[in-house]
T-cell receptor, first 113, second 113 residues
Framework: DGGITQSPKYLFRKEGQNVTLSCEQNLNHDAMYWYRQDPGQGLRLIYYSQIVNDFQKGDIAEGYSVSREKKESFPLTVTSAQKNPTAFYLC????????????FGDGTRLSIL | QKEVEQNSGPLSVPEGAIASLNCTYSDRGSQSFFWYRQYSGKSPELIMFIYSNGDKEDGRFTAQLNKASQYVSLLIRDSQPSDSATYLCAVKERGTSYGKLTFGQGTILTVHP
């Protein structure tokens, strides 16, 4: 089945530690996105990528980094510079056609130890 | 800062009633509009999209778009308890690349038996 796979489902971060969230899609989508969702809030865009080896900052990129070495994969690293990382992280993808919707993975819930 | 605002909730309706969810957006040139449903602890799933002024129906769901007034709404007829969720409005703004969307903060809908 085509879809977006995020792993792990739950992740715990220690003080000063970097952690990486995985996102893989087999939908052949060009664009991929990372969002952060805090309780009772909407989605805030962290980073997005339209093509391999290229990505742009979203609204809240500070303390995060990404890479896009393969079309299928868009991992997100939450660095130690992100002082309040506890949130629900969602990865999404969409095709290159401008009116196409985004499709989401199941999310990763990150907490501080 | 371009904004997408949803009617404040939570919204509570009895089973069988019509639930009306509203969304306004600030960018007059916005092109595409999406409604996502998000169950508690889960990722958003697309339920409707609309590009042109007027109504679009899909089963019990009707999306209504009025570009002159800059609002989009979602009507859910014959509401069921299984419709209880957070509904997210998302807008593709003019000049944004690929499927980059701006999300509202969501409206919590509760359908009580």
């Amino acid at each position: 089945d085509g879809g977006i796979t995020q792993s792990p489902k739950y992740l715990f971060r220690k003080e000063g530690q970097n952690v990486t969230l995985s996102c893989e899609q087999n939908l052949n989508h060009d664009a991929m996105y990372w969002y952060r969702q805090d309780p009772g809030q909407g989605l805030r865009l962290i980073y997005y990528s339209q093509i391999v080896n290229d990505f742009q900052k979203g609204d809240i990129a500070e303390g995060y980094s990404v890479s896009r070495e393969k079309k299928e994969s868009f991992p997100l690293t939450v660095t130690s510079a992100q002082k309040n990382p506890t949130a629900f992280y969602l990865c999404a993808s969409s095709s290159q056609h401008s009116n196409q919707p985004q499709h989401f993975g199941d999310g990763t819930r990150l907490s501080i130890l | 800062q371009k904004e997408v605002e949803q009617n404040s909730g939570p919204l509570s309706v009895p089973e069988g009633a019509i639930a009306s969810l509203n969304c306004t957006y600030s960018d007059r040139g916005s092109q595409s509009f999406f409604w996502y449903r998000q169950y508690s602890g889960k990722s958003p799933e697309l339920i409707m999209f609309i590009y042109s002024n007027g109504d679009k129906e899909d089963g019990r769901f009707t999306a209504q778009l009025n570009k002159a007034s800059q609002y989009v709404s979602l009507l859910i007829r014959d509401s069921q308890p299984s419709d209880s969720a957070t509904y997210l409005c998302a807008v593709k703004e003019r000049g944004t690349s690929y499927g980059k969307l701006t999300f509202g903060q969501g409206t919590i809908l509760t359908v009580h038996p």
